[in-house]
DNA sequence: TTTAATTCGGATAAATTTGTCCGAATTAAA
DNA sequence: TTTAATTCGGACAAATTTATCCGAATTAAA
């Protein structure tokens, strides 16, 4: 489904929205370790989403990751996902013809399409903000 | 989505589909061309499907591949995916966490499972023989 | 029986994704 | 000003997926 660097960089922005709610600011050591993942894999993935304005960065001592209060709720998974993976979930498709196109489509074109917009509306609508109250109340988890 | 090899997989069952209907059995070249693939991987993708009972194969000369007609209509779309992807549409999840626990589940969780059961769902309903219609009409394509 | 067409199947290679290493740049605090 | 903590960023390595090559096995037809 997503890559695995998206998914790192799924679990990485969920964790830092949930800090950042407190004005904590993370860690790369901090975020890998709350998501079991390979830091200096992670580090990139960071990088690449602060690029994007999803995070904001800050180097030297008590540096770290954060995410501004106000884009907690507005940064939505697509965004993050869109950082990443690029546009592979509007624009990748079932049979993987070169390009989409609705003229010539795949035999799958028409089943596959309501999925697929279904995933996007759902990445659309989920906000960051929405993923973090039930890993707040200990009833989800980004690791285990 | 799918891995380049079950695209494959499902392009060329849908196109010896077509084929068997008319009692054609179809070479591995033929196929190759007809779906834009690269022949020798493609003879490995054919061969385990034929391992896994979805297409018979016949060797030498006028050999090929083909599907029982009563099979045309039962063999779904998950059949395929599964012969080549394994069970990972249905254990894969959102964000990877190493196995599925409903008790501690990811943020994602409940919103990915709603749309993957409705993939898992598509690709249970489809048979090959619906996928076949439309590229007898000329109206869908396996290739561009 | 010989030949040729074909799938079978293993070895290997290329490409992509995932992951590591390490030094440079930045910055807060000692 | 020095030190230490941190992100930045490029080079590299490992793992996986995708793809190629080639000989063996099978089988229909000449
Ligand atoms: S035709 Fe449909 S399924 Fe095929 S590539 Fe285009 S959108 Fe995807
Ligand atoms: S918790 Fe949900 S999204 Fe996460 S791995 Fe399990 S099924 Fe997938």
Redesign the pocket.
Known sequence: MF???CE?GIKASIYIALQSLQDKRV???EIAEEIN?????T??I??QL??NDILD?????????QIEKDNVEKLKLSHVVFAIDGDSIYSGCGLGLEKCNEKQPCPLHDKFVIIRNELKQMLEETSLLDLTSGLDLGITFLKR
């Open positions: 890559s695995k660097a790192y860690s790369l050591k993942s390979p830091v200096a894999f580090a990139k960071l990088h602060a690029k960065s800050v180097k030297g001592p008590a540096g770290g990751f």
